[in-house]
């Protein structure tokens, strides 16, 4: 039996897609900022906790050697570093998409769900 998992499901799986989705975007846009938000802004992000959030060390947009955690944390930092790198509208569409990302992992990660948590990460997956 196959037993479907957060972690492989969404922190591998879709988010993975989308970041590097957004990488090849960047590239189209300008390749120059590739080496910006992975390289610079990334590398500004300071370390939270001794397990929340890490030092990022390596180049964020090669995935090499990363684990989930550490697509964990570029999500949880992604908003600050890809805002105004895209003109506009599509600055305000992939700020959007990265709100509702971050808001669904938020949910999903929670223990402990009640009512209303449950009624937000309905409403999260519906957008």
């Known amino acids: 039996m196959l037993v479907n998992d957060f972690l492989h499901e969404w922190e591998i799986g879709d988010w993975k897609e989308i970041f590097n989705h957004l990488i090849r975007i960047l590239y189209a846009v300008d390749p120059r900022l ?64 990265l709100h509702a990302a971050l808001e669904f992992h938020t949910l999903a990660k929670l223990h402990l769900h009640t009512d209303n948590t449950l009624a937000d990460l309905d409403q999260a997956i519906t957008i």
Request: glycine share 2%.
């Open 34 to 97: 590739v080496f910006t938000t992975t390289l610079c802004n990334f590398r500004q992000i300071l370390p939270f906790a001794r397990d929340t959030i890490r030092k990022f060390v390596h180049n964020v947009s090669d995935a090499k050697r990363s684990a989930a955690r550490d697509y964990e944390d570029v999500l949880q930092c992604i908003i600050p570093v890809f805002y105004g790198l895209l003109p506009e509208p599509h600055n305000l569409e992939i700020c959007k998409l």
